[in-house]
């Protein structure tokens, strides 16, 4: 990634109340939404650009993703990460979630026990249940170094022989980045006890500087335990044209694609067909812009809580554009959260929907203006005053 260069610009409130995703249509005007991860910077212009010449020549049919999903999102793997992918082992679907519980459903037997790490993405919570499998909960260490996947409990969790373990690489909602080494240790204890892990790596374009992704299936031995789910829809912004893609390393793991339902490829969204090829072979430049300008927000917060709201303590994420708020001082459970709707007008997310370790906490999208960003502060310090 290049310093040094321009932040993104980010049209005014009363431009970007004009959306109609669910981040602007969830609550009343008077209210700030950081809440959902929708980022409020417009398109990249090559993301634009495919798109608008895809409806100019009425290009709005059934998508059909091979074979340029996979060359493009294997030719960004290797020019940003050094990971060497098959694309003939890239497999579309329609996003991370349907993904993750068709590998499931395909992973274990019912009654299977699947092991997750809270607090987490919220619907890892759900995906288990989906494919009838069951939960089995390893919430993640926490230290003085900030939060870090517990390897002595996911060892004693796998010695119970479980299916699968659900990763979250970089982890949502703390914005860890697993370092290799943390990597290479969960490889290891997939192996011996042979539990297979399904990584979602939606945020690995979003890793801030100063940290490191690493895919899983970078990692020694992981190619023979592990899958991997990848999409351009957090980095780019592109969650309503649904578009992901089911990596794996060998035709081992790669057996477990063979099945999904049988009309699983005509699931997959056109435009987002079309939205990530662009992204993942021209969307480099604009992805380097966007971490610079992340990188200012995440600074910014730190300098406005840090003035403002003292009483909130959190880590600065490496990775996402999402502020893990450590709001105990103000309440358990939700009681912050609902504060800073009720009285500041400030939407963001309960912590308790990331699982019982969010009590006390809130999640907050800082991907936003200088100016927005700024006014939700004020507005949460006034009614924690």
Known sequence: MQHGLPELPVDPLEVLRQRRSAKWRTYPADVLPLTVAEMDFALAAPIAAALHEAVDRSD????????????????????????????????????????????????????????????????????????????????????????????????????????????????????????????????????????????????????????????????????????????????????????????????????LTDHLAPDARWRVGHFGVIAAVAAFTAGESWLDQLLVTLDSRRALLCDLLRERLPMITYYPPEATYLAWLNCAALGPDNEARELFLGQGRVAVEPGLRFGAAGSGYARLNFATSAEILDDAIARMARCAG
């Open 60 to 255: 709005a049919g059934y998508a059909m993703a091979v074979p340029e999903l996979g060359t493009a999102i294997a030719g960004f793997a290797a020019s940003r990460w050094g990971w060497d992918i098959d694309p003939q082992l890239v497999t579309a679907v329609p996003d991370v979630r349907v993904g993750i519980v068709e590998i499931l459903r395909a992973a274990t037997r019912p009654g299977d026990a699947v092991v997750i790490s809270p607090p987490v993405y919220p619907p890892f919570f759900d995906w288990a249940p989906e494919a009838g499998a069951r939960v089995l909960e390893v919430p993640l260490a926490f230290g003085s170094a900030g939060w870090r996947l517990d390897l002595a409990g996911l060892e004693a969790a796998f010695a119970t022989h479980p299916a699968a373990y659900l990763l979250c690489n970089p982890h949502n909602p703390v914005g860890r980045a697993h370092t290799a080494d943390e990597l290479a240790a969960l490889v290891r204890l997939a192996r011996i006890y042979r539990v297979t892990v399904v990584s979602d790596e939606i945020h690995g374009p979003l890793v801030l500087p100063g940290a490191t992704f690493t895919p899983l299936l970078t990692v020694p031995g992981a190619a023979e335990v592990a899958v991997s789910l990848l999409s351009a829809s957090k980095a780019w912004n592109l969650a309503g044209l649904k578009c992901a893609a089911i990596v794996t390393g060998g035709p081992g793991m790669g057996a």
